[in-house]
């Protein structure tokens, strides 16, 4: 079966803090991907990134980075430095033939 | 283009009503999405189009709904005889890709929120 554990709530941290948003998925598919989308108060979903599962490799944009293990089938992501305007609900996703398996999301709210 | 446009933005209606959502996408995306989203919980899937053909739909949807995108642009969803267990976001989202390719980057218009009394 196809899906994808937040395990964490509600995250609350003062500006200026890392924090790490966890993101464990179940698949059986060898090809897949992996997303994570962020949900600002006004409700519209952003894409934030898209990753396939032959690239193990870290990226990082910004104050954004993002740690795929496929032997853990982890895919956590990672704000340094955080921000007011992070404040919002992130939501990590997998493609499953076409459609998207969405875990339930981190509230993530920075203090300031 | 500013992006995928969706109403209305709030719709109240009393239960076994007729309702009936917009959504506009970005206009050369052929790719859209509809998903449901509840309070504290990640979108659901419920259908996707490529172009005018509706090519997969969610078990989880009942008869009750049915979704047309008829010329390839804009796409209704209407929910027949609505439930108090209807009421959510109703999200749809567009994309751009080759058909037989998985999910690319989507972008989510702002929702219709259901209410049904």
């Known amino acids: 079966a196809q899906k994808v554990t937040q395990a964490q709530t509600e995250i609350s941290v003062v500006e200026k803090e890392d924090v790490t948003l966890d993101c464990v998925y179940e698949?059986?598919?060898?090809?897949?991907?992996l997303f994570w989308y962020k949900q600002p108060p006004s409700g519209e979903l952003v894409f934030l990134i898209r990753?396939?599962?032959?690239d193990e490799q870290n990226e990082i944009s910004g104050r954004y980075s993002w740690n795929f293990q496929k032997s853990t089938s982890s895919f956590n992501f990672t704000i340094t430095a955080s921000q007011v305007v992070d404040s919002a609900v992130y939501f990590c996703a997998l493609d499953s033939n076409y459609q998207l398996i969405w875990g339930a999301g981190t509230k993530l709210i920075i203090k300031p | 283009d500013t992006g995928v446009s969706q109403n209305p933005r709030h719709k109240i209606t009393k239960r076994g009503q007729n309702v009936t959502f917009r959504c506009d996408p970005i206009s050369e995306h052929n790719r859209l999405y509809w998903y449901r989203q509840t309070l504290g919980q990640g979108p659901e899937f419920l259908t996707y189009f490529q172009n005018e053909a509706q090519l997969e739909k969610s078990r989880l949807l009942s008869d009750r709904f049915s979704a047309e995108r008829p010329k390839g642009s804009f796409s209704t969803l209407e929910i027949q005889r609505t439930e108090q267990g209807d009421s959510a976001m109703y999200l749809c989202a567009s994309s751009l890709v080759p058909h037989r390719v998985g999910n690319e980057k989507l972008f989510f218009g702002s929702g219709t929120q259901l209410s049904v009394l």
């Open positions: 990753r396939n599962s032959f």
């Open positions: 698949t059986r598919d060898t090809t897949y991907y």
